[in-house]
């Protein structure tokens, strides 16, 4: 099979890059895999590519000169005769790639979303004709998803499942990484990892950590587009010895070994990849009522609302008040075999696309 994946938003540390990644390389073992990103590629993810023998592809301008971006994936898709084109986003502006594998004579067209609400909601509803049409088969992170773009249209579900024995706590990491922010160990250190924008809503987190004690602490993973204006909130409020700023890493499970608390105030989700990854490494996770219930794995998620923070305050303070590392890693394999019994567990997950893959081109 000759399969192209692409991500509509960039290629990057992200839930859709690493879903994408996770997948491409099982299935580079036996198959012709490409990935199309619209976006300069970080060197440690074009290192992971070229260790699995994946193709990657640039096609510049997506937002920027929309209808380049359109011809020039077009021509690659009709060139190359992908058997497979998949394509990962959040709405119906998947059309433009579904719409150009369509022309471009590709037989098998996917549309794979990954949230339940869209930023962009009248270009969303523009293009949703174009979509229903473009696409030959429906697939979603979650059944929230998928029930929300597909409108009562059949789709497959493909979980984003993670790699269980990457994410085993370690104790030289955790101290490494709490070092290197001065974080002792009597301290509490919540966590939460996304892109900083509207949707993840870290600025929620600051008036939280305000009101609980000194000794709990935050580090807020990844990059975007409102960081700066979040970093300067924290100065202004005199919190930067108390919330940090990692920047994208490339070893997200030594902080998830540092971590203890997960924290996510995201005002939407679908099944959040880093939820499931906070939840393999054994952490506890308290995240807002608007991510779907689907994303409780282990019975270890507990879901406040965004509109009381006291209720915020309490669940951090009621979840950290028994915590330790020692038990945290004492339960984790009951853990993780919760998570691989509920189907999230990468490599099956990657064998099961792989059939309907399969399955779509008989």
């Not at 997506?62 to 690659?76: E, H, S, W």
Request: with cysteine; proline share 2%.
């Amino acid at each position: 099979m000759k399969i192209l994946f692409i991500n509509t938003i960039k290629l990057d540390k992200n839930g859709i890059t690493t879903f994408i990644l996770n997948n491409a390389k099982f299935l580079a073992q036996t198959n012709d895999v490409s990935i199309l990103a619209s976006n300069e590629v970080d060197s440690s993810i074009r290192n992971i590519l070229i260790a699995n023998n994946i193709k990657l592809i640039r096609v510049p301008y997506r937002k920027k000169k929309p209808l380049q971006y359109f011809q020039g994936l077009k021509q690659i898709i009709k060139n190359e005769k992908y058997d497979v084109v998949h394509v990962n986003g959040n709405s119906a502006t998947m059309s433009i790639e579904l719409l150009a594998a369509r022309l471009a004579g590709c037989n098998c067209r996917i549309a794979h979303v990954h949230n339940t609400v869209t930023d962009h909601p009248i270009i969303h509803n523009l293009l949703y004709p174009i979509f229903a049409v473009s696409l030959t088969a429906r697939m979603a992170c979650s059944n929230a998803a998928g029930q929300w773009l597909y409108k009562g249209k059949s789709f497959y579900t493909i979980n984003n499942g993670v790699n269980m024995s990457e994410y085993v706590p370690s104790l030289k990491a955790r101290n490494s990484i709490r070092d290197k922010y001065g974080i002792k160990e009597s301290e509490i250190l919540l966590g939460n990892i996304g892109f900083f924008n509207l949707q993840k809503n870290q600025e929620a987190l600051i008036p939280i950590i305000e009101q609980l004690d000194k000794k709990y602490k935050l580090v807020l993973i990844g990059d975007g587009i409102l960081k700066e204006k979040i970093e300067k909130i924290v100065n202004d409020h005199h919190l930067s010895t108390r919330i940090f700023f990692s920047g994208n890493v490339d070893n997200v499970k030594d902080y998830l070994s540092a971590i203890d608390l997960f924290v996510m105030t995201s005002k939407f989700e679908g099944l959040p990849f880093a939820l499931v990854e906070a939840q393999a490494s054994g952490l506890h996770c308290i995240v807002s009522d608007k991510v779907s219930k689907e994303a409780d794995l282990t019975e270890n998620v507990q879901f406040v609302s965004l509109n009381n923070n006291d209720d915020w305050i309490d669940t951090i303070l009621d979840a950290s008040k028994n915590y330790t590392f020692e038990r945290r890693v004492s339960v984790l394999n009951n853990i993780q075999r919760r998570i691989t019994d509920k189907n999230y567990d990468a490599q099956k997950n990657a064998k099961y696309l792989e059939n309907i893959f399969k399955k779509l081109l008989e």
